[in-house]
């Protein structure tokens, strides 16, 4: 029997969100029943170790819409919906944070404008509520860094909350990289892209999963999947460096044999090898940075591991 035909999947990771799934569920539910469009929900367990596996399966025996998969352990946000990506059915996705954050009654609205003939819906915070100003600086600063420093566009402070067309999504599963950076390889592969705002709410219950180290990371991943710009910075500093050393040599030689003095002392040997070799390590570190990719691509593992799911 050939499946049915379902519009829309719900792309929706979950990471020890107990407090809030069943509210999300319901203020979801509530959303795409007012849709009328056939539509699964697919919840990605990415190792919680609070109730929120029970709450899911819980949702999957009461209601046939519902889909799951538990990850073997936590990988992350971004392999996270990449499970929920490769095992959707959906003519289209959004992918929609469990924190309800992500407003659900955003989502008609999305697909709106999907049937207008966009491929790719963004959404934008217009205001970020409950995050606090250091959260907002960061994030608008790196945007604006990604944004110089790649050559296509990437839509400006825009998350993950978005709805992809089918044909997005069968892009996604082919690129082969590991380190997934979704919004940037979204944009990355254009077709017609649009945008539309809405308010950030602040977490519904609970903390983020993404402290510091885990935004850092993903902003690394994301600069150093679309640019080589810390390449360049480490060779222009190379020369910088070389630049003022060889002005220092000549005024050492000038010193030596002009004025007859020579230069003493400790503290400028210390300084200039200290100086020096503080850039040669940066150097070997961005060189690092982008031979762990490589790294990792060419170990070729999966980017996430299942241990049940639900359905075939
Ligand atoms: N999440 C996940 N794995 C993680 C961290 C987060 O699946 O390792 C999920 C989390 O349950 C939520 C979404 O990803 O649905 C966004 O995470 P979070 O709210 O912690 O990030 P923030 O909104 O603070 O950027
Ligand atoms: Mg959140």
Known sequence: MPAARIDISIVAPVYNEEATLPVFYEALKKVLEGMALPYEIIFIDDGSGD????IIRHLARKDPAVRYLLLSRNFGHQPAVMAGLDHCRGACAVIID???QDPPEVI?????HYRRGFEVVNTRR???RGE???????ARLFYALLAKITDFDIPLDAGDFKLIDRKIIDHLRQMPERHKYLRGQIAWLGFRQTTLEYERQPRHAGSSGYPLKKMIRLAWDGITAFSNFPLKVATWSGFLVSFLAFVI?????YSKFILH?????WTSLIVSSMFVGGIQLMSIGIIGEYIGRI???VRRRPVYIISESNGE
């Open 51 to 54: 109730g929120s596996v029970e």
């Open 98 to 100: 469990s924190d309800l």
């Open 108 to 112: 008609p609205a999305l697909y709106e």
């Open 126 to 128: 217009a205001r970020r």
């Open 132 to 138: 606090n100003l250091f959260k907002r600086a960061t």
């Open 249 to 253: 040599i000549l005024y050492a030689l």
């Open 261 to 265: 003095e020579t230069i003493t002392g």
């Open 295 to 297: 790294n990792s691509d």
